[in-house]
């Protein structure tokens, strides 16, 4: 058994060499345990619980034998004497399972189809919770003496609610360098005075997130969404669950988002959910949804609808507004038997397909809004290039109809507030809405119409402090604005599109660019007689198509070809596939043709940009918001608001959560 | 003169978009009036004023005549009557003066080489200041009833001091998206979780500052240096002035710096420079230059040593410690008779010249150390690399050998707080530290030394925190931590360096890329047995060359190569010249040779990256912390120090500064 102690300490260096493909993410060791090590709860947090042995047949883990069916696994509160977990929580000890996965060691194992195999022996504990605050020492015991232990840490916070509602706003994948460059094309300066200020601007409190993953640097939003949640970093792609080594993407183990905490807590509590996305997307997604692949759309709709049927969990009767788009996941399909608008209907919701219907609802009844199919036209679309919304056949009935009626994210936003008061004006709700297109276009690097949806999201914080101040609500409101990780983006001169337009080779071209002290000034602020205009006022540019341009891009790219001026004929496709697909993607022929061709520095199969490290800003204002400052991770996000919407429940029956 | 008028108003679109090249900054209209709309002024700041009157010859604002002779100058407090400049300052009336300068209106104009000429009247009112709070109205008429109206604002701060000390270190080009990357690579995690925090992390208020010029969105590091510390916006390159438009780099308006207050104001309070560039530079030449031209290197260092002689000016008797490098502008030279080693020797200060003798400098008397030529070595290189060091030639006596003993910047930055708290124990000091080659090593595309400097000013401010408190000073001290402007900077994902160097071509390179999940976990903070090891420690990483890079790049950037490995055979050259250099530069062939080569987005003639627009993050703590927290423009740095030293002087002799 010495043997297999230093396998496993070998193992901590070559699992964790082995980076660009992991044998299980959160398990270093042959022995995994879900919360895994370093996990924070919210006191009396549902959650569950998954061990795994693992016995690597091949690979540079291998060892002889089968894995451990009869491992041990005890909780310990420091301090306190170990108790056999099913004992601690009062509950049967669960069955053994088995199952084996294989994974590859690196990208030469890959290229040499050379995959690993594991061979896993498994159990589950589901919906327990820990009450009282403290540090907790969960251990598995496997193959004799190995050990896992994972610390876990149940935090100690005050129980008083102190905020009636909580609006939170996420502008995904928006950074501090995005909201500097939609400040410089909207709001006009006089000597580097701007005469105007973003609503962003105004916050008093300023703080940053990190965003990283639980078993990788850069997070998706299904992660991340679940970190901001939750207080659970998580693996890429899941969604309110740790991700176990097996093939169901429902049975990892769970734990409660804020929405089902608050639900609990206060059944008589108002939840919202708002999206320019289509809904079964991440961001939304994660006040429902529980599956380690954010791809199961069904599932994340069926959730908003009737909660989980797989398993006991926390009763969730739904949002009473759920606003967005994404039609084609309510309707049926062959992945989807469900007539979703039928069944949500029935539950008593109103069903609006337009900007009309959305406005006329009763603001007294449950309220689904989904506008059209596919995530929602952008701002830039929908207010400045609308040549571009028609046959587009994404009427949200699936008639084949164009959408032609669209709302806005202020639209939505302001009529989920309408809801959300009127229904539960006494005991407070939950509110998140989310621009999701600064993402989107981010990553077809279509800065326009990212920076479009950045302004949106502005102008959209900015009316909801107006409506929740009408309505006598701002003083009880916890408002918080963030993102979910960034992209590399950012602003670094100008370019006279003219002189680009006018030079014939790449080289030449480059040297339309103007930086430092000719990066000039912002042209997007003045009208000018051949200018498209949407405003002129301070909150949108006043055209987007300057002879001088941003001079803006990403630090990692797919094959693209830059010429810095607006997509004015719809949202940009900068790379397209190869004729043999294998080979990967190239430079889109059709796209920026005046400009210069730029090589990517991403894997050929990349047709757009990634999401970047960098931590996110967070902006808050209202009661707590002195949580908010200074420099935290993006779980901090979950705790700061369970604490101030007085949360955490330290008097559990016992130790478990049944 | 209606005409006039009307030519006056076409300017103001026709020279906004003039915007690779402008007539004047600050000047759209043909009468310019320096300080410029919508100017700060901290109460009692000296401030010179510039007048000009332009008469363009040719091009879009070609007019007949020559410029106005005779235009009125008149300031009037809002409420008041207007009166004439000399006698609202009571100073004499200042003589006419003459000159041309000639520009060109866009890139077409200076590819054909036409110049458009200007002929220009101007008149400088000397060394005048504004004691009481409020706004006025500065108007220049000319041509008759041409009117340019400069709105100023005079701050109302209080007036009482709350700081005893103020440390003010600047990350040169330090943005939040770095200091995320160096967190990564020197802090350890688990699950999600870092196990130890950067000093920056532990700061309880957090701010963004815009960074943007007062005439342009991008600025260097003079012109951004300038606001920091005067409250004042200006033009790239500008040092403590308004830039004319005549050639006399000297002759351009004034206006006092914080160091110049402090003294003038604190006669008995300490003032420290130190940097890890040559000390000529703009960041720390920003405390005693005033000149459009950062490069006139003379200037700056003989304002250190003896203020300005051209000028009647704020008395200044030099900084109490001046720490850096670039020897060869102390030494004589063609360019600068003078040996300033021996002027400050007589002038009663130690002279330093290697760590050794900055250490065993006695702390109450005054001290220069200037430790070798050129910029600082880097961290990377003092420290892991070590072998760069030598046949630098650099030692600073000019001797040609190499500089063996050198400190870093805690050295400096703690040496220069013993000094300033033994001579101004009673009275305090002011201590500005900067690490300029988180700057200069991203400008070169060198990410890894970029981010060691950054890891080293972390260091350094945790030490400063530490000496700070054991010197009993800690509670009396403002804290501030900050940069200048940024760099285009992020991480998308980790790199597996074998897989690269094993591809052949660039295609198949690009897919040792991993992102999202398979950009894994950090290894720099993974010490193996092949690792060149610095520490195992918590602040820096404990290897620089493993197998997993990060995938790091910035949004603009020359022709260069990219293998994603630390540069340890010295810091790193990107682009090189053609042959013939007006075919500018090209990929730098010995450069990242396993690499894949990615084609430049900036003008040939650059041979590096370039500043970038983003919002940059201010730390601070310490008497007034409250007052950094929230988004503001970076001149509000300025203000909020001089507050917190209780600067603000409202009641004057009269209106002048005389």
Redesign the interface.
């Known amino acids: 058994m010495r043997g297999l102690s230093i396998l496993a300490a070998a193992c901590t ?1 070559s699992c ?7 044998r299980l ?2 398990c270093p060791d042959l022995g995994c345990v879900f919360p ?5 709860f919210l006191p009396g947090q549902f959650f569950d619980i998954r061990l795994e042995v693992h016995s690597p047949v091949n690979g540079s883990e291998a060892r002889v034998g089968v894995p451990d069916s009869d491992f041990k696994f005890t909780i310990t509160k420091k301090g306190s004497h170990s108790i056999s977990a099913a004992k601690y929580f009062k509950i049967k000890e669960p069955e053994l399972e088995r199952w084996n996965f294989t994974w590859y060691e ?3 194992a890959q290229d040499a189809n050379q995959p690993s195999l594991v061979n896993v022996t498994a159990k589950a504990y589901r919906r327990v919770a820990l009450y009282e605050p403290g540090e907790y020492e969960a251990t598995l015991t496997y193959y004799g003496h190995e050990k896992t232990v994972a610390n876990w840490h149940v935090r100690d916070l005050p129980t008083k609610r102190r905020a009636k509602n909580v609006v939170l706003f996420v502008g995904d994948g928006m ?3 995005m ?3 939609a ?2 094309m909207a709001h006009r ?6 005469m105007t200020k ?1 609503a ?9 997130q ?1 965003t ?9 939003s299904a992660n991340s969404a679940t ?1 901001l949640y939750s207080g659970h ?1 998580t ?3 899941a969604l309110n669950v740790y991700v176990d080594s097996s093939e169901d993407p429902f049975d990892d183990p769970k734990f409660e988002n804020i929405a089902e905490v608050f639900r609990r807590r206060y059944p008589d509590g108002g939840v919202g959910i708002v999206s320019t996305a289509f809904l079964a997307d991440a961001t939304p997604a994660g006040l429902a949804a529980h599956t380690s692949d954010r791809g199961e759309y069904d599932h994340v709709i069926s959730a908003y609808y009737e909660g989980l049927k797989d398993y006991k969990w926390t009763k969730w009767n739904g949002p009473d507004v759920l606003l967005g788009a994404g039609a084609e996941n309510f309707l049926t399909s062959e992945d989807s038997p469900r007539d979703y608008y039928n069944l949500f209907s029935e539950k008593g919701y109103n069903v609006a397909w337009n900007n009309t219907a959305l406005h006329n609802a009763p603001n007294d009844e449950k309220l689904l809004g989904v506008f059209q199919t596919s995530n929602l036209e952008t701002w830039l679309d929908r207010n400045v290039y609308q040549g571009n919304l028609v046959n587009q056949s994404n009427y949200p009935d699936g008639s084949g109809r164009d959408a032609d009626d669209l709302p806005g994210l202020k639209d939505m936003t302001l009529k989920a507030i309408d809801v959300l008061h009127e229904r539960h004006g006494d005991d407070g709700f939950f509110l998140m809405s989310e621009a999701a297109s600064i993402d989107k276009q981010m990553h077809t690097l279509d800065y326009d119409r990212s920076l479009g949806e950045l302004l949106e999201l502005d102008d959209t914080v900015r009316a909801t402090i107006e409506k929740l101040k009408s309505l006598g609500e701002l003083e009880d409101t916890l408002i918080i604005v963030t993102a979910d990780h ?9 370019v ?1 599109t ?2 680009m337009d ?1 030079q014939e080779d ?2 030449s071209k ?14 997007y602020t ?1 009208g ?1 007689p051949k200018s498209l205009r949407y405003s002129e006022g301070v909150h949108f540019p006043a055209r987007w198509d300057p ?2 341009t941003l ?6 790219f797919p094959d693209h070809r ?1 010429n810095y001026q607006v997509h004015s004929e719809g949202p940009r496709t900068p790379a397209i596939a190869a004729k043999d697909k294998k080979n ?1 993607y190239y430079v889109n022929y059709k796209d920026a043709v005046t400009g210069f ?10 047709d757009q940009g ?6 996110v ?1 967070v902006f808050a204002q209202g009661p707590c918001q002195e949580l908010f ?3 935290y ?1 993006s779980i901090d996000i979950f705790f700061n608001m369970a604490e101030c919407l007085g949360l955490a429940e330290t008097k559990g029956k016992g130790h478990s959560g049944h």
Chains 1, 2 share one sequence.
């Open positions: 260096l964790a060499a082995a980076q660009t493909f992991q993410g959160g895994p090590d370093q996990a924070d690196d990208l030469f950074t501090t360098n909201i500097t460059a400040r410089l300066s006089i000597n580097g005075k701007y973003m962003l601007d105004k916050f008093p409190i300023l703080g940053h990190m990283h993953s639980m078993d990788s640097f850069i997070t998706d970190a970093k693996t890429v792609n960034g992209h590399g983006f950012d602003v670094t001169g100008s006279d003219d002189y006018a790449d080289r480059r040297n339309a660019v103007g930086y430092y002290h000719n990066s000039g000034l912002s042209q003045v000018g002879r001088y001079h803006a891009g990403v630090v990692a830059e990967g061709l730029i090589n990517g520095t991403l894997p050929v199969s990349a990634v999401h970047s490290l960098t931590d800003p400052g200074g420099v991770n």
